[in-house]
């Protein structure tokens, strides 16, 4: 199993104070996305949220973990996303507060690809 949809709908009731939040899926698991950027990746039951050299340090301080992909046929690789923290998920406001995070990161990142 990639990811769960029941476990995508919890995310969005979680995130509901984000606003509009979609789930598409994508390469195995899904994208969590705010308007056009995708600031969250879902596989398996696990939230994974977008990093940067901004937030990563605070990710890492709270316990969060980072996703690795390991395709079937290469070498595995770490991704700039980060589980949610645990004492967020199954609390609104700590898991929208470390989403807005994720969601600057993926501003910063589009914001680069346009330079």
Partial sequence: MAWDRRYGEF???????????????MFGGAGVFSGE????????????LRGDDENEPALKAAGARQFVYAPKNGEA???RYWS????????????????????A?????????RN
Avoid: C, H, N
């Avoid at 950027?37 to 994974?48: P, V």
């Avoid at 949610?84 to 969601?103: C, F, I, N, Y």
């Avoid at 990161?105 to 690809?113: D, F, P, V, Y």
């Fill in 77 to 79: 690789s770490p991704m």
């Fill in 37 to 48: 950027l995708m600031f969250g990746l879902l596989f398996e039951d696990t939230l994974y």
């Fill in 105 to 113: 990161a993926a501003a910063r990142k589009e914001t680069g690809k």
């Fill in 11 to 25: 995310v969005q009731e979680l995130l509901a104070d984000l606003g509009e939040v979609r789930i598409r899926p």
């Fill in 84 to 103: 949610l923290p645990d004492t967020a998920a199954d609390d609104p406001d700590e898991a929208v507060a470390w989403a807005r995070g994720s969601l």
